[in-house]
């Protein structure tokens, strides 16, 4: 591994340090069982949670949870490692002061797929909006669900007690899919990592990584639901379900789907419901995780590495780890780390980085400057927005369509969602709405055109709706060709019409529209 870091880390060292930090001291030893907990923590919990994953939205899941040491195997195709394994892979190979565009571009490129904001993110790249746009809640109705929540993981595992640190790289990696709540659930979740090294109780490691994101941010005041809920009902985690269900539940801008929720801070507040209801007990936690429901996998994989670090590998059951050794030299989907691998690069970020910020590695022992924690700055998302209503193309006198428009539907299993695509430039619908936003759903394709938006008369958008590949399409994750938020409330009236000019890669003009989401 070589980093190049004479430009980067005397920046950082002047930033990060301070002489009113105190030392986290820790043998190789230690760190390393730390390490290679976190790594297999990981890969445990998603697949733990895997086979409920969004099975179980809005309700408590009660039924049986099976497990099998060969189970964790299918670790090896999982988007909460490889996703975050590819932004490793780009810091090993440029070095940690590598450009946000640098990042942001081999992310965009990488030949996996993805959904929800890191696709649009891809999107948005592949657009030409610069890096550091790419999440703006205008270019990314996504940017507050949980995708850099569960990508996050890797910079608190390098980051050991180095919070400042720790927020600096999550702010430069999550501002590629993420904003507002979104960034923030990653800049917890990493702290939440970096504080389980050293600290031994979890509300302390909860409370601590809170330091590290805006008191007042909707994220932070879900947690604290959480921890209030914890102080009041010490022993019965489903009331404080219910209590982040009724208040959070419906609070996620991207989704038609309700009550599918894929917002961070409700996910998040799954894990912090985990981590302390499951009082350090590692399938406890991780059945706790899965129970609240939603992303199942992502937040059980979350909340058991906060205790793969805390406790170690030495501390998993052998039931959960014992296959782990079977599969630990192979690599993981679109990647050039195994487990192996991915836990000795991670001692060696961690070697760099304690030096460079003032700590010392001699003898076997880690000398780290721990350093306080500071909070991010405010960014303004779409704060209590949410969904009022949503209308498909189906429904009777709501659109007015030309006779440029064809009915369409992917008719396969479980998608029959009927849609309009248009079949010349110049095409266009009206559509009416009472609100103060709304957004567009329909698709992307390889043929797909251009698509002037108009509100009120006046043109607000052109949306390409051209992508590389067929993607979008599937269900829980349509397109998004345009949305619009901050209106006065009241009634609106939205135009779209075809443009009569396309991405020169584009082989046609098709638009495809599905329905229209409301916001109040």
Known sequence: MKFYLSLFFPVLFACVCSCGDSVYEVSEDVLLDKVKGAWAAKMIGVEY????????CGEIYDGPIEWTPEMVEGALRQDDIYGQASF??????????????????????AAFPLCHSNLQARKNWLDGIPASELSLPENNIHCEDLDFQIEADFIGIIHPAMFRSSGMMAEKVGSIMAHADGLYGGMFVAAMDAG???????????LTALKTIPEESTYAGCIRDVLDGWHTNPDDWKKTWHRLETKWGPNDVCTPYIPFNIDAKLNGAYIVTALLYGGGDFEKTMEIAVRCGQDTDCNASSAATVLGIMNGWSSI?????????????RNFLYTDYSFSSLVENSMKFIEDNVVSTGGQVEDGIFRIRKQKPEPAELQEGFGGLRLANMKTVADAGVWKFDDSWT?????????NAPYKVSTAPGASVTVEFDGTGFALLGSWNSDCGKAEIYVDGELVKVADTYFREEAGKYEGNRAYICHLTGLEKGRHEMKLSVSEEKNPKSSGYKVYIEKILVYE
């Not at 009915?407 to 998608?415: E, I, R």
């Open 407 to 415: 009915d369409f539907s992917y008719n396969v299993p479980g998608d």
């Open 49 to 56: 949670g895997m086979p409920f994953e969004f099975a179980h």
């Open 317 to 329: 059951p052998d039931r959960f780890k014992s296959y782990i050794g079977s599969i630990s030299d």
């Open 196 to 206: 389980a090294y050293y600290l031994d109780d979890m509300e302390e490691i909860i």
């Open 88 to 109: 490793m892979m780009t810091f090993e190979k440029y070095g940690l002061d590598v450009p946000a565009d640098t990042l942001a571009g081999n992310f965009a490129m």
